[in-house]
């Protein structure tokens, strides 16, 4: 996929943000924030509370995408913090949606600058630009009533992909006790408060997730509750 500068403001002290280190420095780390297309700085008390670092490699590895917060702004130098990061804040999981809406936008926009010959730049300045920056593109888009062609395209492949989104297949390795599979997807649906999904294990470590309604806040939630458990991978 290529590069996509979604964004043409600045971000605001506090504000989550996708990020990539970009070199190691003897006092701080360069970084660059990806949907931002902005240089930025790390300093080694807002990457970790450890005293000592054994491996910068291990623990900011280089060009890996991760989520910060914005700690700082002094004119045009911009300071990111780690250490903050909170999973479980509400603030958290909607940066986590928007970053699910944010990949799809991409994925439509260069489908269809390539498919069409268009210019990204323009189709950026055009119409994403002037969209309202504090929520949702891609909401905005699916709502909006204009006549855009780059909207009607984006309408279209949702509408067409809808059908797919309602059954979902995982391939989820526990290599400790199988019990807490079980407990990850009870401890998921018990945060959608629904019971209109049904889990069927098909195969060893296959899962096939189905609904009557749209998975991708169930495939959201179930990536952040994972990461409580050293003995889970999802494939």
């Known amino acids: ?12 002290i506090g504000d989550y943000v996708n990020f990539i280190f970009t070199e190691h420095k003897e006092n701080y ?14 300093t080694f008390q807002c990457l970790t509370s450890k005293k000592k670092i054994k ?30 990061v909170n ?7 909607y940066f986590i949606q ?9 994925k439509y926009l260069n489908q269809f600058i390539h498919k069409y010959n268009k210019n990204l730049h323009l189709i950026l300045k055009n119409y994403i630009y002037k969209l309202e920056s504090k929520s949702s593109y891609l909401n905005q888009i699916l709502e909006s009533k204009l006549d855009i062609d780059f909207f009607n395209f984006v309408k279209n492949n949702i509408k067409s992909s809808k059908i797919k989104t309602n059954e979902l297949k995982l391939n989820i390795k526990c290599y400790g006790d199988i019990n807490n599979v079980i407990k990850l997807f009870n401890d998921t649906l018990k945060q959608l408060n629904t019971t209109d999904i049904n889990i069927i294990q098909s195969k060893i470590s296959e899962y096939i997730i189905s609904s009557n309604n749209n998975l991708d806040k169930f495939t959201i939630l179930l990536k952040n509750n994972i990461l409580k458990y050293n003995d889970i991978i999802l494939n």
């Open 1 to 12: 996929m290529d590069f996509i500068k979604l964004y043409n403001f600045k971000p605001q």
């Open 29 to 42: 780390l360069s970084c660059k924030l990806t949907d931002y297309d902005l240089n930025c700085i790390m």
């Open 55 to 84: 491996s910068l490699k291990s623990i900011a590895p280089l060009n890996k995408e991760k989520i910060g917060i914005i700690e700082n702004i002094d004119n045009n130098n911009i300071e990111l913090n780690l250490i903050n």
């Open 87 to 93: 999973k479980n804040s509400d603030d958290y999981f």
């Open 98 to 106: 928007l970053n699910e809406n944010n990949h799809i936008l991409k």
